[in-house]
């Protein structure tokens, strides 16, 4: 089955220019990524262990969508400190709760946390940014804009590894990395009860209403260009543009529409979500009622992991070409690292087929076709491959001068001993202790002990 549904047939289907404030938005969530890569990778797996990190656990999660054994743990809210004042600003917002994070890690050393910001108008749960007005898309632009900003990334990126050390327990230096995870934001659009026209009870009609606000889906998708952010510029796009970006799009059932480029995924709904009993709950979990966007946190995650250890097998290559040995003792620590990498990278490349249905599979597919992810993970693959024979080179010349430095000893030991058999030399050892002739003794015997104490030593050195 083709779950690439069309929606746009040729650039003469595209609608007129509409209004810039035709589709307001009245619930919406963004959610951004930010990469911890920790010291140790046994800090996570002793957190999910002990509870500090918890699996969202109920017939109604995500976990429904992946096989047993898949790996992944997506954990349950924990803190994410404060809403920037600017973001509730910039949608004029005049309440906004505590962000909540959840931690996404497929073992090893790596988690990417997920924070979701609902955008909301007033509902009996006052969670995320209260709207005191629908959003229309030139605010929700200006939004994302200032959302992918670097000092308000760099915040939320800080207040998500200072409350992930807070709730697993670590200090803040056993965090060794903690980056903002670029051009990869998740949008889901549930609530549309603020635009003109629409029955508020009725499923967003995923094929017709696509086609309908394809110039105002376009504007969002193309949120990363600066000339969208203002005046409604989006608008002199040409239709030829908005068919390029709008002609496609994912979907199950006709009510709702998944968008996916290589900055974003986007999903235009309207349940409204609190309608249904399996949407509030996830709504509630996740922040998010989508299992598209499930599937792009999976693989913001598997990409990050990708890019930062192709990242470090790459400098660790640098390294090692300026060594002339290793030790076995290093080689040792090589191997042990390189067969956590490899575990982990096969998890990487196998995570697909964990998906159980087979449009996610398809969708996963798409996704990491449009942001490249695979040139980070051969890249990867080729730095490991090469790190690994460059070390088990190394080691070959380690052992071969070792060898040659005990071939050399051991040839000393061979002179040392055939000298103590010479006949003559025993017969002079004994005339000296005849004559008392110490000293002479003394420098005999330390020529020929010194040589077998040195090459003890040496040989033992060689053997550790």
Known sequence: MNYDTTILASPNDVPAPPSTDRLSISGCTVICYHAHRLASPAHLSTAFERGALQ?????????????PGAGLEYSTFIDAGPIPAALARIVHSSHASRLQQ?????????VVSAIPILLSMPRPERVGVELNAPLTVDRLLRFLSLLA??????????QSAAAIVAQIGITADEIERSWSVPGSFAIQIW????????ETTSLYEGIRESAEYAWE????????SDHFKEDGL???????????????????????MVFVN??????????????RDRSDFRLRQYGYDSSSIFVWCSGVLRAAIAEDLSERYRDALGELSTRQDVTAGEQVDMIRLHIRHTRLLDRIVNFREQLVEARNRALDEQIIS?????????????????????????HRVHEERERSRRDSLIAVLAVVLAVVQIPSFVEQIGDWADEHAWSRLGVSGALIVAPLVLVWLALRRATR
């Not at 290589?262 to 309608?275: G, K």
Request: glycine share 6%.
């Open 55 to 67: 699996a969202i656990d109920d017939d109604r999660s995500y976990a429904s969508k992946l096989r």
């Open 102 to 110: 959840s931690v996404l890690w497929l073992g090893e050393e790596y």
């Open 149 to 158: 900003d670097p000092d308000v990334a760099g915040t939320l990126r800080q």
């Open 191 to 198: 609530n549309l009860d603020g635009t003109d026209g629409r």
């Open 217 to 224: 889906i376009s504007a969002i998708l193309s949120y990363s």
């Open 234 to 256: 989006w608008l002199r796009r040409s239709r030829q543009q908005i068919y390029g970006l709008v002609r496609s799009g994912f979907s199950f059932f006709d009510d709702h």
């Open 262 to 275: 290589a900055d974003c995924c986007l999903e235009m709904a309207h349940l409204p979500a609190w309608l």
């Open 370 to 394: 449009n942001r490249s992810s695979n040139r980070a993970l051969n890249a990867l693959t080729r730095h490991m491959d090469k790190y690994g024979a460059l070390a088990v080179s190394l």
